[in-house]
């Protein structure tokens, strides 16, 4: 199979190397001339491109793997934490206070981790059926949970071992010839990959899948194979970076591999690839990380100044350096990701520069690229035969057919197996209401977030968004000095505007909401520890801290004092948020089910092209649900701040994640059209118990904090398959429909 054929449009583009990297190329010598401007101590030196050349393998060599699964039509949100992971667990294994093996065991084990990791992401996304971003997202927040839990938290360094070991830990080092091994390394790899993409039946059958997977199975390309194939060999690149990591800095620390991801995803979009699947380029790849690394160093480098200190009477002029604030990294890069998704469709796809050029000589523009690349879409209703069971259902079957009777059912059972476990805890009227404040929190998020996920959409950003909005609150009454109201109508604004800024990048610009969100997920996240300066803010006025107390405490602020008894009693375990989350709980409930709008959601999430047909503004729908969740979140956030009477950067960190799966387990559908407050309330008390549980003291042992988060993204995924294979496919019923057939030919064949 080659690629020679021409048609009356010209010659099939080159997959090695076009003009989008040479454009790359002008770009990343103007931004380094910039750098070296502005900077010159750091970025006229060899030694400053020496480093960004060296710091640049270990993302293009990731970028490499990755190219391979944007090019499909998937994603890989876990190479980052594939990264780390890999990193720490050869530390774990190599160093002599742990496990003490030898590097070439170490190193094999971590390739076979790598490897394990990516089939575990290519069966969830192929055989299993898990959309890409859900499986690999999850993978993503497991991975850093064992991060975490293998670290306890703390660097791990072996330095006297690595001496005795100079064949490896050598690749980290400067060769012979004056450069870093690493940078050898990745040279090597971006051959063999562009290379295997460009000129191989490898690649010839990932740019089919990806272009179009139903017209490729049809030719017969074996579609999942290529796309697992894909997600192999990105966890592998991404296992070899870790692995070039260690061997660099002869140790690890627990921030390996964060935000990694998002430096490769942009990297590869950058580059030239499709987020819609069927274009990409290694090369392009390799480019689009040398310029995202080189804007991070210059954004952390900074630039040099002079400051004037006054010592007594003595002025004394002295250099410094200039460099932005804890989180401005993050917002860029947050920033850059969702530009440079926006670049595919708006610049590359309508070939913006190629028409410029073609203007500039006077020849007729080239070609627009075909915007689709699905030949039939098949028109589907996820959530149909649940609700036809539900339907057809009596009595004590009709409440057991019901999406959300599970999520009902657990949350009795884990009530009663903490009752079981520790009556003495979990019996005391107080106790049980604490549990039910961390309840409030992911309750409220998991609101909004049943209406994104019923209109078919995804939000990861709600973690962040409570996050911003509380950071903001904070900022205003702690530095500003500002008045309680002002201070929360300060986070609803900055809340809001999050929530804007997704709806109008999702609906308005046509991006998958995923990317749009993950986009903000970094951005309200670094603003949050911008705000802040990364630190912990408390202390500010009373008035505002009673949006998270006790009723009781309320009344006594305002000097009511109310007479012994159950209201009473009552009144001092019941917070106002709790109120409040049942009042909003109430309001979007019956909207959901009861009103035009609750189902126009559910029209637009089963089936938005039947929807817009039917005159349904399904651009609308989307949009409030988007809005809808980051006001809860936001919500969340305002509460958060006044019920822990500080504010921490750290807030709403994994809050995605529960509220995901608490949508999930409550009965919503993650391919939409299905969802129920009451169901995601009541999936929302089985994460808040499950943690509860995990938190126990019994007999002396209590899960630390960091395995209970991989347990919770184990339940996610649990709780996708159930949806997937027990909800839509009805794998249960169609066993029982087989075994009645093959007992019915028994009977048959034996009469």
């Not at 109430?586 to 039947?610: D, E, H, S």
Request: net charge positive.
């Amino acid at each position: 199979m080659a690629l020679t054929a021409t048609t009356s449009l010209g010659r099939a583009p080159s997959q090695i190397v076009g003009g989008w990297e040479v454009g790359l190329v002008a770009l990343l010598l103007l931004l380094y001339l910039g750098g070296a401007l502005v900077n010159p101590a750091f970025f006229g030196s060899t030694g400053a491109f020496h480093s960004l050349l060296r710091d640049t393998s270990r993302v293009a060599i990731i970028a490499v793997g990755v190219t391979f699964v944007i090019v499909n039509k998937d994603l890989d949100l876990s190479v980052g934490s594939t990264y780390g992971l890999v990193a720490v667990v050869f530390a774990r294994l190599f160093a002599p206070n742990f496990l003490d093996l030898g590097v070439v065991t170490s190193a094999i084990l971590c390739l076979l981790l790598g490897t394990l990791i990516g089939l575990i992401n290519g069966v969830l996304v192929t055989i299993l059926k898990v959309p890409a971003f859900i499986a690999t997202l999850t993978v993503l927040f497991i991975g850093r949970g064992f991060v975490l839990a293998l670290t306890h938290g703390q660097a791990i360094y072996y330095p006297a071992k690595a001496t005795g070991y100079p064949g490896f830990f050598h690749l980290g080092e400067t060769n012979l010839l004056g450069f870093n091994n690493q940078i050898v390394i990745f040279l090597v790899v971006a051959v063999i990959g562009a290379y295997v993409l460009a000129k191989t039946r490898w690649g010839y059958e990932t740019f089919a899948t990806g272009g179009n997977e139903q017209a490729a199975s049809y030719a017969g390309i074996p579609t999942n194979w290529v796309r697992i194939r894909a997600f192999l060999i990105s966890s592998l690149c991404a296992a070899l970076a870790g692995l070039m990591s260690a061997a660099q800095d002869k140790g690890v620390t627990p921030l390996y591999g964060v935000s990694g991801e998002l430096t490769v995803i942009a990297a590869v979009i950058i580059g030239g690839a499709s987020i819609l699947g069927g274009r990409g380029r290694v090369a392009g790849s390799c480019l689009g990380a040398l310029l995202v690394v080189l804007l991070d160093k210059v954004l952390r480098e900074g630039w040099p100044i002079t400051r004037i200190i006054k010592i007594g009477d003595e002025e004394i002029t002295v250099n410094a350096v200039f460099s932005l604030p804890v989180g401005a990294v993050p917002v860029f890069l947050g920033l850059l990701l969702v530009v440079a998704v926006l670049i595919e469709p708006y610049l590359i796809r309508r070939q913006v520069a190629g028409r410029l050029w073609a203007w500039l000589r006077g020849r007729p523009p080239p070609p627009a690229y075909e915007i689709g690349g699905i030949a039939i879409e098949g028109v589907q209703t996820k959530g149909a035969m649940a609700a036809d069971m539900a339907l057809s259902a009596t009595g004590l079957g009709k409440l057991l057919a019901r999406r959300d009777a599970l999520a009902i059912i657990l949350t009795a059972l884990l009530w009663l197996t903490g009752l079981a476990l520790r009556p003495d805890y979990w019996w005391n009227l107080s106790n049980s209401f604490a549990i039910l404040l961390n309840y409030t929190e992911l309750a409220l998020i998991t609101i909004g977030l049943t209406y994104v996920i019923a209109a078919g959409d995804i939000d990861l950003s709600v973690g962040a968004v409570l996050a911003l909005a509380g950071s903001t609150a904070a900022y205003f009454l702690k530095v500003l000095g500002a008045d309680p109201v002002t201070a929360v109508a300060m986070g609803l604004l900055a809340g809001m505007c999050a929530g804007l800024v997704n709806a109008i990048v999702t609906v308005g610009f046509k991006l998958p909401a995923f990317i749009a969100t993950l986009g903000m997920f970094y951005i309200a996240r670094g603003l949050a520890a911008w705000f802040v300066a990364g630190q912990q803010l408390t202390g500010w006025p009373e008035g505002y801290n009673l949006l998270g107390r006790k009723v009781n405490d309320i009344l006594l602020h305002y000097r009511i004092s109310l007479p012994d008894g159950l209201l009473r009693s009552i009144a001092e375990v019941v917070s106002v948020q709790t109120i409040w989350m049942l009042f909003v709980a109430l309001i979007a409930g019956v909207v959901l089910a009861y009103m035009p709008f609750g189902q126009k959601v559910y029209a637009t999430g089963g089936n938005i092209r039947a929807a817009a047909y039917a005159g349904i503004n399904t651009n609308r729908v989307r949009f409030f649900a988007l809005m809808l969740a980051a006001l809860c979140a936001t919500m969340a956030g305002i509460i958060n701040v006044a019920y822990f009477r500080s504010f921490n950067p750290v807030a709403g960190q994994f809050r995605e994640l529960d509220a995901i799966a608490s949508v999930i387990i409550g009965g919503g559908s993650i391919f939409g059209g299905y969802g129920t407050v009451i169901g995601a309330l009541a999936g929302a008390a089985v994460i808040t118990l499950i943690r509860a549980l995990l938190q126990l003291n019994v007999q002396g042992f209590t899960m630390p904090q960091h395995w209970i988060n991989v347990f919770i993204g184990g339940i996610l995924i649990v709780a996708v398959l159930i949806d997937i294979w027990v909800r839509q496919a009805n794998i249960f019923g169609r066993l029982r429909a087989r075994l009645a057939r093959r007992t019915r030919t028994a009977e048959t064949t034996h009469a």
